[in-house]
Structure formats: structure tokens, C-alpha cells
């Protein structure tokens, strides 16, 4: 890697971490208000980019064959990056959506990590089995092979339920209409679109072999009868 990119990297490093400061400064001093939820939900996008960010300094430095990154995916990805991360962050700092709060028990948020903890599991170990394969858009690599071992082997798409554990877990931290449903509402959506189109691309890619692992598999559910 070149020296520009190393320095760019640390830079982006540099600030990410003071975001993440300033972001956990502001959720304790509005503990009183948005409960231990905030920070449970801090922590576990905290777990999430710890586990993403070592797959995405690979995957740049990996050749690809072929994207299906289009318009409609990068705005479905930024409609992601808005509900899962920035409306729920700045609602937390800054009570932005307060209006659409609503009480819950103190004791309530602490039942989101039942799904956040298989969830984080599920997000380590898709990642894991993906390998070099892994993309952040719909992309064929050069030398991509068809993975059908580990978590791969009853679900095909793992991740997607691995983040709909960890958005459904966001919900039950964030006692909030709309900074706890963002997360889920714009995923829910980038994957109805997203994987009729990454199952087309698996196929045309892969051809029968991906048509004999689809009949063993779930999309989100493992298929428990082979
Ligand atoms: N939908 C999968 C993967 C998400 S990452 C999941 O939810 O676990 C997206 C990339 O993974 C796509 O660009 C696709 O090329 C690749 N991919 C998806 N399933 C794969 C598989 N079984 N083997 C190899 N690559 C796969």
C-alpha cells in the first residue's frame, strides 16, 4: 500500500476515533434521559466496525471482475448508513427526535442484548467464512469461489440476518419511533431490493452449483431438512 493510503487511513482512523469520543461524552451526559439503551447500542456499534473494519482494509487491496454497484445501491447504502448509524447517533446526543420518544422500564434496553449477542456472533462468523469473497456492494471477485461451509452451510445470506438481529436489538436500546426504527426500516428495505439481485449475480456466476446450494439452503432461516 501506497504511503498516501497509509497516511489516509490513520487519518480516517484519527477521526473516528474522536467521533466516537464525542459520541460517548454526549450519550453519559444524556444517560438520564435516552437510559443505559444509548450505550448498549454505543457498544455494539463499536463490536460491529471492530469486527468490519480489518475485512474492509483487505477487500481494498482485492481485484474485482465485476459490480452490480449501481445508483439505486449506493443509495440504498447511504439510506443504511443514515437510519443505522447517523439519525440514531445524533438522536442520542442531541435529543433531535425526542418528540417521538416513548417510556419503557429501566431494566427493558438490557433484553436487546439477546439479540445483539447472537447477533455480533453471527456478524463475526459470516465475515469469517466469507473470507476475501466479502464486499460491502454486489461484486464478483477475481478467484471468487462459492462458500457453502460454516455459517453458509443452511443460511446464504448469514450477514443480512446477523444485521437484522443487531437493528432489531438498535429498536429495543432506543425507545424512540424513529431513531430506533431507522435502522431496520432502510435495511428491510435494501434487502428486498439487494438479494433477488445478488442471488441473479450468484447464479449467472456460479450456475447449478449455486442452484444445488440454494435447495439446501434458507435465505435468512436455516433450512433444517436437506
Ligand atoms: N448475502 C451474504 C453476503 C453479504 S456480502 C450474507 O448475507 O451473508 C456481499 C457479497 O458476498 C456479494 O458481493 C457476493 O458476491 C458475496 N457472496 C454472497 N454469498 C456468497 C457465497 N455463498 N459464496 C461466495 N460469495 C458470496
Not at 131 to 143: A, F, H, Q, T
Request: aromatic residues 12%; hydrophobic residues 50%.
Amino acid at each position: 500500500m501506497s504511503d498516501e493510503n497509509t497516511k489516509s487511513d490513520y487519518r480516517s482512523a484519527i477521526i473516528g476515533l474522536l467521533v466516537a469520543a464525542a459520541l460517548l461524552g454526549a450519550f453519559i451526559w444524556r444517560l438520564p434521559v435516552n437510559g443505559w439503551g444509548s450505550l448498549l447500542w454505543f457498544a455494539v456499534m463499536a463490536g460491529m466496525s471492530i469486527i468490519r473494519i480489518p475485512h474492509e482494509q483487505k477487500a481494498k487491496k482485492l481485484a474485482t471482475n465485476e459490480t452490480r454497484q449501481g445508483r439505486v445501491e449506493n443509495l440504498l447504502l447511504l439510506g443504511v448508513t443514515l437510519g443505522a448509524a447517523l439519525i440514531p447517533a445524533i438522536h442520542l446526543a442531541t435529543g433531535l427526535f425526542g418528540f417521538a420518544d416513548y417510556p419503557v422500564p429501566a431494566h427493558w434496553p438490557f433484553l436487546g442484548l439477546l439479540l445483539a449477542a447472537p447477533g455480533l456472533w453471527l456478524f463475526y462468523r459470516s465475515h469469517a467464512d466469507l473470507g476475501k469473497n466479502w464486499s460491502v456492494s454486489l461484486e464478483i471477485r477475481k478467484d471468487h469461489g462459492l462458500i457453502t461451509h460454516g455459517v453458509y452451510s443452511r443460511i446464504r445470506h448469514p450477514m443480512y440476518t446477523a444485521i437484522f438481529l443487531l437493528y432489531t436489538a438498535q429498536a429495543v436500546f432506543i425507545h424512540n419511533w424513529i431513531a430506533g426504527l431507522s435502522g431496520l426500516m432502510t435495511f428491510g428495505l435494501m434487502y428486498l431490493i439487494r438479494a433477488p439481485i445478488e442471488e441473479a449475480m450468484m447464479r449467472e456466476q456460479f450456475g447449478q452449483a449455486y442452484d444445488e446450494y440454494c435447495s439446501g439452503t434458507g435465505r435468512l432461516w436455516p433450512k433444517l431438512s436437506k
